[in-house]
């Protein structure tokens, strides 16, 4: 089992920047690599950034190239995603993700619990 909790959700203006991050705990040598995801009331859960956890690869969304980052520590094994430019449309629940590597939720078998993030106009 992989535990992951996240932390640095708030409220920005639209323009502003958050850093969240992840930490993980547990059976961690097994994790191939680790993404973040967002959900809004009534609509599905949407990827926004991956990496593989040995290094080398990065995946983005698109809605979210050249203003966030995803990277990873590994002696902390936590993973943080750093928002900039945020923009009202971004306002969401971001979820952690560790497993696998890909846009597709279901390549992820390890979740965390969620942390808000509101982008005022």
């Known amino acids: 089992q992989v535990q992951l909790v996240e932390s640095g959700g708030g409220l920005v203006q639209a323009g502003g920047s958050l850093r969240l991050s992840c930490a993980a705990s547990?059976?961690?040598?097994?994790?191939?690599?680790m993404g973040w995801f967002r959900q809004t009331p009534g609509k599905e859960r949407e990827f926004v950034a991956t990496l593989r956890w040995s290094g080398g690869i990065t995946y983005y969304a698109d809605s979210v190239k050249g203003r966030f980052t995803i990277s990873r520590d590994t002696a902390k094994n936590t993973v943080y995603l750093q928002m900039n430019n945020l923009r009202p449309e971004d306002t969401a629940v971001y979820y952690c993700?560790?497993?696998?590597?890909?846009?597709?939720?279901?390549?992820?078998?390890?979740w965390g619990q969620g942390t808000q993030v509101t982008v005022s106009s």
């Open positions: 993700a560790a497993g696998g590597i890909g846009r597709d939720v279901d390549l992820y078998g390890y």
């Open positions: 547990g059976r961690t040598f097994g994790m191939y690599g």
